[in-house]
C-alpha cells in the first residue's frame, strides 16, 4: 500500500467517528497544515521520476479532493447540529402580541370627497373651492335671490356683521358665481365644502358638507344633467342599477330646478340603493337660471348648462350605513376609529372606489 | 299647504284615485310631504264640556274633571292641563281612540290612583295646529254639539303639500286643482261666482296715502250689516277640520276657507269699531298696537298700517288688531280684500317676528286681480249662513297691475330639456294654466295669468312645460369619458397628500365645526382678530375658530374623560383671521396624548414626546417632497406651546414663511382645561405656506448616482455650551464637504459629570465617501481636522478627546 492510500484510509476512518469542531481542526492542520500529510506529499512531486510523477500527481489531487470535501461537509455537519442544539434552546412563545403600532383613519366625509372627485374626473371636471366666509351678493343675490326673496327663508343662515354682508355660505353655489367670474365658458367643475345653517337637531347640523357641480357650454341640456347624475349615482354606489325620479322643483339660481330621488329598500336594517319602492332624496339641480349668467357676464343666447348641489353627508351616509349625522361632527375615537377608511385606501378609478 | 282630495273635487272633475293624485302632485312639482288619515276612528272623538274640575288628590299639577260627553253619565277624566275650567267646551277621545299625533291608543288608566276615563285633548293632539299648551277651546256656540263627532265623516285624506315659494297660486286649493289638470288630470270646474247685487253705498271711507314704501296699492272692501254671527254649517265646519283648522265660528270660518279655497287672504272688521273710516298709510316710528295674537306692538316707521282717526286698526297683510275684531255679537262687518307688496310684508314681518297665514301668502304675492272674487265670495256666504244686507264693493287704487306679455320662442324648449313636444301641446297646456296664447311664427304671444307673480320670462316658460310634460320626459345623455383640464391642483394634490400622510403616522382624522367656544379660542388665538357670529346657535359655538387647536382639545378632553389615553387626532380644514371672504387659511392641526407602548410586554412605556410628534411632521413634509437638507427649525413658537419644548419649521434658511410648529402644549392651559393625560403634544403645518418648486417633483430629482469606493464612518463628540443647537453643528459639518459628507447623525446627547455646567456633549457619527476614489488615510486625516476646525469655529464647540 502507497503512503497516500495508507493517509486516505486512515482519516478517512477518522472522520467517520463523532468529532467536535476542533478535533475536525486538527485533522485538517494535520493533513493540510503546512507540515500536513497531504501538503508534504505535494512536495515531493518534483523529487518523483518522470514516468510516475503524472500519475502519482493526479491520485494525490484526488485523494486531496476527496478528504477536503469530507472535512467540510463534516465541519457543516458539526456546525448545522450546534445550531439546531442552539434553536431548541431559543424557543418563544410566538404567540406573544407584536409591538404596539396605531392606525390612522380617514374620515368618512372626506373619503366621500374624494371619491366623489374621483368620478367627475372621469369626465372631464375639475375641482374648485371658494370660502367658507362669504359676502351676501355671492351666496344669495348674484343667485337669482334677491333681498326679502321668501327662499332666503330656507337658509337659516350664520352672520358676521350686523348689517347680514358677512356671512357663513349656506351651501357651495357661491363657488359658481366666483368661478364664472373668474374664468371665460366653458366651465365643468365640482366644488365640494362645508356649508353652514343655522340649524341644529337630530338630523340637521350647523355646519354640513356639499358638493357643487356646474357645466357650462354651448348646448348642455337637461338631458346631459340626467346623464351626470346618473353617472354619479350609479358610479358612486357601486352598483349596475339604479332608480333615479326627477321631481320638479324649485331653487332661484336653476330653471328648469328639480330634485332628485333614489330608489332604495332596507333589507335587514340595510339600506339597499337601486331597488325597492322608497324614495330618498339626495340632491337638487337644474338649469343655470339666464339670471345667474347674466349676474356673472355669461351670454346666455351662447352658452347654457347645469348645476346641482348635493349633500356629501347625506351620501356617506347612505353608502356607508351611518344613521346620525351628528355624529360626523362628534370626534368621538370610537366612531372615528369605526367609520373611517385606512388612509393607503385613497379612492381611484382603476381600482374601483372601496373595498 | 294641506288639501284633501274631496276639497280638490270641487274644483275638478276626475275620474282618477287618491293613489294616482299623489304620484301626480309630486309629479308636477308640488311635493307631497305626507299623508295622514284623519278619518281613522275618528268618529270616537266627541264635542264635550267640562262640567266640574277638582284637584288631584295626589298631584298638584293634575285636575279630576266631570266631563259631559252627551251621554246620561258624565266621564271622569284626569287632566294636566292649566285651562281645563268649568264651562270650557273642548274636545273628549275616550278609551280605545287613537290619538293622530302620536298614533299612541288610549286605555282606561289609573293615574296617581285616580282612574281616567279617555282624555281631553290638545290642538296639537288632534294635529289641529302646533298649539299644545293646553286642551282645545271651542267657543260657546258648540254647547248645541256637545256629544256630536268632532271630526266629519269624510274619508278622505290629510294631504300635506310642499309649495315652493314660488307658487303662491297653489297656496289654495283651486290653484292645486289647475296645476292638476294642466298635466291631464281631470277637468277645472267653472267657479260658480255669485256678483253682490246690490244698492247700498258702501259709506265706510276708505283712503290709500299715497306715500314712498306705500306697502298696499288696492284696497277692496264691502260692508255687511245686521248680521248674526253664529256656529258655522256642518258642512264649512268639516271642510275646515278636513285639513286641520279649528273652526271658530262663522266669519271667521268663511274668511278663512276662502283663503284656504281660492288663495284670497280677507280681513273682517266690526263694523262699528272703525272710528270715521279707514286709512292704509305707513306706521310712524313707535305707535303701537295690540294685534289679534294679544301681543302688544311697537312700530317702526313705514310699515304698512290700517288705522282710523284713532289709531293703528291692524298691519296689512299680516295681523289684524284686537280693538276692531269681530266678536260673537258683531252685528256689522266690515270686510277687507286688498293687494299688499311682498317687499313690504317681509320688512314688517321680519321687524317684528311675526308669522301668520296671511303673511305667508301676501309675501308671496297674491293675486291682484282676486280682489272682487274675493269679497263676492265671503258676502255672499256670510250672508248666507249670517244673514244681513250687503253693500256695494268699494275698490280703492293707487296703482295698477299690469299684465305680463311673454314672446315665447318655441324653439327654446327643446334647446333646455333636450325633448320636443309639438307646439300645439304647448298651448293646450298653456292655456290649462290660464295663459292666454297666441301663435305668431314660431313664436307665442303669451299672456300670463294674474295669480303667476314668478312668471316673467321665457325660461319661466320653459320650466312650466317642462314640469307639466313630466321630467321622466327627459332623455339621459351619457357623459363623454375625457379630461381636458387636470382634476387637481398643485394645493389640492398637497391638501389630498398631506391628510393621508399624517393619517399614516397614526392620527385619526376629525373634522370639527369651523367655530368655536371662544373660551376656548383665546387661548390660540395670539394675536388675531375674534371673529363673532351675530347669531350663533349657541354661546359655545359663538366665534370663527382662529386655530383647529381650541376644538381637537375640546374634543380630546371628552374622549380622554371616556377613558381612552392614548389618542391621535388631527383636523384638516379652515382657520381664520378676519371676517372677510378669503381670511381663512388651511392648517393640518393634530393632537397626541399619553403613552407610547402603554402596558406593553416587551417594550417600556414612556410619555409621547415632542420627538415623536416632530418625526411625524418632519416626515410627512418629506413624504410631500421637500428637502429635509434645506429645513431650518428653531424654537420661536406660539404661547400656546411649552417654551423650551417646542418649534417651528421653515422648508428652507430663508426663513419666509413657518411651514409647521410643534410642541407640547402648554402646561398652563391643560390645567385651566382640567385636561389629564400623561401628555400632549401638537403640531401645526400651514398648507398655504407650503411653497412650491417649478418643477414637478420627477424633475426636481438629480441624477442617480452611486459610489462604490469604499466608505469610512467618523465618531466626533462636541462640549459645547447648553445653548447651541444640534442643528448648529450638523449645519457647520455639513459645510466643510458637501460632496465628501454623505451623511451626518447625531447619536448621543450627554449633560452631567466629567461635562461643565451649562454645557453638553454632542456625539456625531460622519460619513464619508468619495464619489471618485477611495480615501486614503491622509485624505481621511484632513477632512477629520477640517470638520474638528470648523465646528469649533462655528459654534464655539471642543471637541472631547
Known amino acids: ?355 | 299647504m294641506k288639501i284633501t282630495f274631496d276639497w280638490l273635487q270641487d274644483h275638478l272633475k276626475t275620474n282618477l284615485k287618491e293613489k294616482h293624485l299623489l304620484e301626480q302632485l309630486t309629479n308636477i312639482g308640488l311635493e307631497v310631504e305626507s299623508v295622514a288619515s284623519l278619518s281613522a276612528d275618528n268618529e270616537l272623538f266627541k264635542i264635550a264640556k267640562i262640567i266640574k274640575t277638582e284637584k288631584h288628590p295626589n298631584a298638584d299639577r293634575l285636575k279630576v274633571c266631570d266631563v259631559n260627553v252627551g251621554e246620561k253619565e258624565f266621564k271622569k277624566v284626569v287632566c294636566g292641563a292649566a285651562n281645563a275650567r268649568e264651562g270650557l267646551i273642548t274636545i273628549y277621545a275616550p278609551p280605545g281612540a287613537t290619538i293622530p299625533k302620536t298614533k299612541t291608543k288610549l286605555v282606561v288608566a289609573k293615574i296617581r290612583g285616580v282612574t281616567s276615563y279617555g282624555m281631553l285633548c290638545s290642538e296639537s293632539e288632534l294635529n289641529l295646529s302646533d298649539e299644545s299648551d293646553g286642551i282645545t277651546e271651542l267657543s260657546t256656540k258648540f254647547e248645541k254639539s256637545i256629544g256630536k263627532n268632532f271630526f266629519s265623516k269624510s274619508k278622505s285624506n290629510l294631504i300635506d303639500l310642499s309649495i315652493t315659494p314660488n307658487r303662491p297660486d297653489c297656496l289654495g286649493v283651486r290653484g292645486v286643482a289647475r296645476d292638476l289638470v294642466a298635466s291631464g288630470f281631470g277637468k277645472l270646474l267653472e267657479l260658480k261666482e255669485k256678483k253682490i247685487k246690490s244698492t247700498t253705498k258702501q259709506n265706510l271711507k276708505v283712503k290709500i296715502i299715497k306715500e314712498k314704501k306705500q306697502g298696499c296699492t288696492a284696497f277692496g272692501s264691502c260692508l255687511i250689516t245686521n248680521v248674526k254671527n253664529t256656529e258655522s254649517p256642518q258642512w264649512l265646519k268639516d271642510k275646515l277640520i278636513s285639513v286641520g283648522q279649528k273652526p271658530i265660528s262663522a266669519i271667521v270660518d268663511i274668511t278663512n276657507y276662502v283663503m284656504l279655497d281660492i288663495n284670497r287672504p280677507l280681513h273682517a272688521y266690526d263694523a262699528d269699531k272703525i272710528e270715521n273710516g279707514i286709512i292704509v298709510r305707513n306706521s310712524n316710528s313707535g305707535e303701537k298696537f295690540t294685534a289679534l295674537d294679544n301681543k302688544n306692538y311697537k312700530l317702526d316707521k313705514d310699515m304698512c298700517v290700517i288705522s282710523d282717526q284713532k289709531g293703528v286698526l291692524g298691519l296689512g297683510g299680516i295681523i289684524g288688531g284686537i280693538r276692531s275684531g269681530t266678536e260673537l255679537d258683531t252685528k256689522n262687518i266690515f270686510l277687507e280684500s286688498a293687494y299688499f307688496e311682498p317687499r313690504s310684508i317681509r320688512n314688517t314681518s321680519k321687524k317684528l317676528n311675526l308669522d301668520t297665514d296671511a303673511k305667508f301668502r301676501f309675501e308671496r304675492g297674491i293675486d291682484p286681480s282676486s280682489i272682487e272674487s274675493g269679497l263676492n265670495k265671503a258676502a255672499s256666504l256670510i250672508k248666507e249662513i249670517c244673514g244681513g244686507e250687503i253693500s256695494k264693493i268699494d275698490i280703492q287704487k293707487i296703482g295698477t297691475h299690469k299684465t305680463k306679455i311673454i314672446k315665447f320662442d318655441t324653439d327654446l324648449f327643446e334647446k333646455i330639456s333636450g325633448f320636443k313636444i309639438p307646439t300645439k301641446e304647448m298651448i293646450k297646456i298653456l292655456e290649462d294654466l290660464g295663459f292666454k296664447c297666441k301663435k305668431e311664427k314660431k313664436y307665442l304671444k303669451l299672456t300670463v295669468p294674474s295669480w303667476r307673480p314668478d312668471i316673467s320670462q321665457e325660461i319661466d316658460i320653459v320650466e312650466e312645460l317642462v314640469r307639466i310634460t313630466g321630467f321622466d320626459k327627459i332623455k339621459i345623455i351619457t357623459p363623454i369619458k375625457e379630461r381636458t383640464k387636470s382634476t387637481l391642483t398643485q394645493t389640492q394634490k398637497l391638501f389630498h397628500f398631506l391628510q393621508r400622510a399624517i393619517a399614516s403616522k397614526g392620527y385619526l382624522e376629525a373634522i370639527t365645526w369651523s367655530f368655536t367656544d371662544s373660551n376656548y379660542n383665546d387661548y390660540f388665538k395670539q394675536t388675531k382678530k375674534e371673529i363673532k357670529i351675530i347669531n350663533p346657535i349657541s354661546s359655545e359655538l359663538g366665534v370663527l375658530r382662529n386655530s383647529i387647536f381650541s376644538n381637537l382639545i375640546m374634543y380630546i378632553s371628552k374622549n380622554l374623560d371616556r377613558g381612552f389615553k392614548d389618542l391621535s387626532i388631527f383636523e384638516i380644514g379652515p382657520v381664520f383671521f378676519g371676517s372677510s371672504p378669503g381670511e381663512q387659511t388651511t392648517v393640518v392641526c393634530g393632537l397626541s396624548s399619553g403613552k407610547k407602548s402603554r402596558l406593553s410586554w416587551i417594550d417600556k412605556e414612556r410619555n409621547v414626546d415632542v420627538f415623536d410628534v416632530k418625526r411625524d411632521v418632519i416626515q410627512t413634509l418629506i413624504e410631500a417632497g421637500y428637502n429635509s437638507d434645506k429645513f431650518f427649525i428653531d424654537d420661536n413658537t406660539p404661547n400656546y406651546y411649552h417654551p423650551g419644548k417646542s418649534g417651528r419649521i421653515f422648508l428652507n434658511k430663508d426663513k419666509d414663511q413657518v411651514a409647521a410648529y410643534f410642541g407640547e402644549i402648554h402646561p398652563n392651559i391643560l390645567k385651566n382645561l382640567d385636561i389629564k393625560t400623561d401628555a400632549l403634544i401638537g403640531f401645526e403645518i400651514f398648507l398655504e405656506h407650503l411653497k412650491f418648486s417649478r418643477k414637478k417633483l420627477n424633475d426636481q430629482r438629480p441624477k442617480f448616482t452611486t459610489s462604490d469606493f469604499q466608505k469610512s464612518e467618523r465618531d466626533f463628540a462636541f462640549v459645547v455650551n447648553r445653548d447651541v443647537k444640534a442643528q448648529d453643528l450638523i449645519n457647520a459639518i455639513s459645510s466643510v464637504d458637501q460632496k465628501l459628507i454623505s451623511n451626518i447623525k447625531v447619536f448621543d446627547v450627554y449633560e452631567g459629570e466629567n461635562i461643565p455646567d451649562n454645557q453638553k456633549s454632542i456625539a456625531i457619527s460622519v460619513t464619508i465617501q468619495s464619489p471618485e476614489k477611495t480615501l486614503n488615510d491622509k485624505d481621511l486625516e484632513k477632512i477629520n481636522n477640517l470638520i474638528i476646525q470648523t465646528v469649533e469655529n462655528i459654534t464655539g464647540a471642543k471637541i472631547r478627546s
Open chain 1, 1 to 355: 500500500m502507497s503512503d497516500l492510500k495508507k493517509i486516505r484510509e486512515e482519516f478517512i476512518s477518522k472522520l467517520k467517528g463523532k468529532l467536535d469542531l476542533s478535533e475536525i481542526n486538527q485533522i485538517k492542520l494535520d493533513l493540510f497544515g503546512k507540515n500536513g500529510l497531504v501538503s508534504s506529499q505535494f512536495k515531493k512531486i518534483g523529487t518523483i521520476n518522470e514516468s510516475e510523477r503524472k500519475k502519482f500527481a493526479s491520485d494525490l489531487n484526488v485523494i486531496k479532493d476527496e478528504l477536503q470535501n469530507l472535512i467540510n461537509s463534516k465541519i457543516n455537519e458539526v456546525e448545522n447540529a450546534e445550531i439546531n442544539k442552539k434553536l431548541d434552546k431559543e424557543k418563544i412563545d410566538i404567540t406573544l402580541p407584536e409591538r404596539p403600532f396605531v392606525r390612522g383613519k380617514i374620515h368618512p366625509v372626506s373619503q366621500t370627497i374624494d371619491e366623489i372627485s374621483s368620478i367627475f374626473s372621469e369626465i372631464g371636471f375639475s375641482v374648485e373651492e371658494g370660502p367658507d366666509v362669504e359676502n351676501e351678493y355671492n351666496n344669495f343675490t348674484a343667485l337669482n335671490t334677491p333681498d326679502n326673496h321668501p327662499a332666503r327663508d330656507m337658509h337659516d343662515t350664520f352672520y358676521l356683521d350686523e348689517k347680514k354682508q358677512k356671512l357663513l355660505r349656506t351651501h357651495t353655489s357661491p363657488v359658481q358665481i366666483r368661478t364664472m367670474l373668474k374664468d371665460k365658458p366653458p366651465f365643468k367643475i365640482i366644488a365640494p365644502g362645508r356649508t353652514y345653517r343655522s340649524d341644529s337637531d337630530q338630523t340637521h347640523a350647523p355646519m354640513f358638507h356639499q358638493v357643487e357641480g356646474l357645466h357650462i357650454d354651448k348646448n348642455i341640456n337637461m338631458g346631459h344633467l340626467k346623464g351626470c347624475l346618473n353617472y354619479l349615482i350609479k358610479e358612486f354606489f357601486e352598483v349596475d342599477k339604479i332608480k333615479m325620479r326627477f321631481r320638479p322643483s324649485h331653487f332661484p339660481f336653476t330653471e328648469p330646478s328639480a330634485e332628485v330621488d333614489i330608489g332604495y329598500e332596507m333589507k335587514d336594517g340595510k339600506i339597499i340603493i337601486g331597488e325597492g319602492n322608497q324614495w330618498l332624496e339626495i340632491l337638487g339641480c337644474g338649469m343655470v337660471h339666464p339670471n345667474v349668467l347674466k349676474n356673472v357676464k355669461v351670454d346666455s343666447t351662447k352658452f347654457q348648462g347645469y348645476a346641482f348641489g348635493i349633500g356629501i353627508d347625506r351620501l356617506a351616509m347612505l353608502k356607508y350605513g351611518i344613521n346620525d349625522l351628528r355624529a360626523f361632527f362628534d370626534c368621538d375615537y370610537r366612531w372615528l376609529n369605526h367609520f373611517g377608511f385606512d388612509p393607503l385606501d385613497v379612492p381611484t378609478n382603476y381600482r374601483g372606489l372601496s373595498r
